[in-house]
């Protein structure tokens, strides 16, 4: 066949996400798998994830610089989808360096992400105290909320922003004039200096520039060159801010093809989309939760589970794995690969079960619903399956597990209609099946 002037996009980009309501343990993930990437990026979400990541009998909570920094060969991004809190980031970077890890050179930070201001964090919390019970969404009030309302308000103050002193000054002053009246009038509270935020600001400036640069282009020209890239999410599809449950969700999109605006690195050049599961479900603060157990289940697996949050330690609903929110996000998400997490958990439990249907006004669906109403009103369907009664920490192949353990991830296979290929059966690094 005649060869054709045009070459195929390198498709050396994967997207790793979770595919439930976060917390589904996608730190472990991408530690384990970034020395097989030359890039890590966060591309969205802010502070407010919390990964978790053990390795050398040391546990260290991650919440903006990606989780490939405790691998010397990874470059870290934060992509333009992120939302910053300069504080948040200078401590974080200041702890990773404490570890003996090196971070100047190793992590880049987008011009164009948003910047987290201290009337951010003061809205946040507010309208989350003023929220009647269950208006309120459950924010951990870092003021990444307020901070993508000014973003897609045409408010916000980038990073790009620092460079330009006059510029910044003039920004916050007009931003500050508005928030300010609002303090004073809708809250009645106390307004916030602009001078000393603008000294603050300058001064974070001069400790971010050396991080600082044109993202979006730096990770295009890597993968032209053949550089691998990973993309990781916060959160989970399940809290997407257009496929989530709504107005339950968090405020950025998690979702894979978030993964593209957040970063700049165009569709076509991702070739895989893993989707990370926890091999039960678990979800903070309101919002539908149709396999929630709120019996003694549920307690055993939160704290077998320590299902309390890496950030805020907030206790976490619990509930069995929910196959049609699985489905759904599959399919959203383009999922190609599985990874099953905390397979661990479950291993003192007799009998294990699997939602894979809700019924609905006495009819059984397998379609998850769209809107959040209608889904607060399902009923889980269950199928039980036989527990293994043991554990598989020691197992590094799928063989060398458990054939009850097997049976549990063959089933989600074929339910799913996609392979399950990394199973983590433990918290440390060495702990998890390849197939
Ligand atoms: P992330 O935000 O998706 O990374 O999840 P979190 O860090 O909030 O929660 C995951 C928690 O589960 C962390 O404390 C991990 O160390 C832990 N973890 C990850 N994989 C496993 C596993 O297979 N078994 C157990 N027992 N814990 C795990």
């Known amino acids: 066949m005649e060869s054709k002037p045009y070459t195929l996009p390198s498709q050396s980009a994967t997207v790793l996400i979770g595919t439930q309501f976060g917390d589904e343990g996608k730190g472990k993930l991408v530690d ?43 470059v870290c991004v934060i992509g333009n989808g992120v939302v910053i809190d300069p504080v948040a980031l200078l401590e974080e970077i200041a702890k990773v360096e404490e570890l003996g890890y090196t971070v100047k050179g190793r992590l880049f930070i987008s011009h164009n992400a948003h910047l987290i201001m201290p009337y951010h964090k003061r809205l946040d919390a507010l309208s989350e105290s003023n929220a009647q019970g269950g208006q309120k969404i459950g924010t951990t009030g870092r003021g990444i909320g307020p901070s993508y309302e ?27 004039a508005e928030k300010n009246k609002l303090f004073r009038n809708i809250y009645e509270g106390e307004e916030i200096d ?8 300058e001064e974070f400036d001069k400790l971010m520039d050396p991080y600082i640069t044109n993202t979006q282009l730096y990770l295009n020209r890597q993968l032209r060159q053949g550089k691998t890239v990973l ?89 069995w794995i929910d196959l049609v ?10 999922i190609t690969e599985l990874a099953l997490t905390k397979l661990d958990v479950l291993d003192g439990f007799a009998e294990v079960k699997v939602c894979n249907s809700y019924m609905l006004d006495g ?41 009850e353990a097997r049976d549990y991830v063959a089933f989600l296979e074929r339910e799913l209609e996609v392979p399950v290929t990394f199973i983590s059966v433990g918290p440390g690094r060495e702990e998890t099946v390849f197939r």
């Not at 929110?325 to 383009?334: D, E, F, L």
Request: with cysteine.
């Open 32 to 74: 384990y798998l970034s020395d097989q990437y030359d890039i890590v990026v966060r591309y969205q979400g802010g502070a407010n994830a919390g990964h978790t990541i053990c390795f050398d009998g040391k546990s260290v909570v991650l919440h903006l610089i990606p989780s490939g920094i405790f691998n010397e060969k990874c």
């Open 150 to 176: 000014d973003k897609f308000a045409r408010k916000g103050i980038r990073v790009v922003d620092l460079l330009s002193p006059a510029l910044l000054q003039e920004k916050l002053r007009d931003n500050l």
């Open 194 to 201: 602009v001078e000393s935020m603008v000294r603050e600001y």
């Open 231 to 319: 993309l990781e999410g916060a959160q989970g599809c399940l809290l997407d801010v257009d496929h989530g449950t709504y107005p339950y969700v968090t405020s950025s999109s998690p979702t894979s093809g978030g993964a593209c605006t957040g970063s700049g690195i165009a569709p076509n050049h991702i070739g895989k989309v893993i989707g990370v599961c926890k091999a039960y479900m678990t979800r903070v603060g309101n919002g539908a939760f149709p396999t929630e157990l709120l019996d003694e289940t549920g307690e055993t697996l939160g704290q077998v589970g320590h299902e309390f949050g890496a950030t805020t330690g907030r206790k976490r609903r619990c509930g």
């Open 325 to 334: 929110a699985m489905r759904y996000s599959v399919a959203v998400n383009g």
């Open 363 to 403: 009819k059984e669906i397998r379609d998850f619903p769209t809107d959040h109403q209608t889904l607060s009103r399902v009923k889980p369907v269950f199928t039980a399956l036989k527990g293994w009664m043991a554990s598989n920490a020691a197992a590094r192949t799928f063989e060398e597990m458990r054939p």
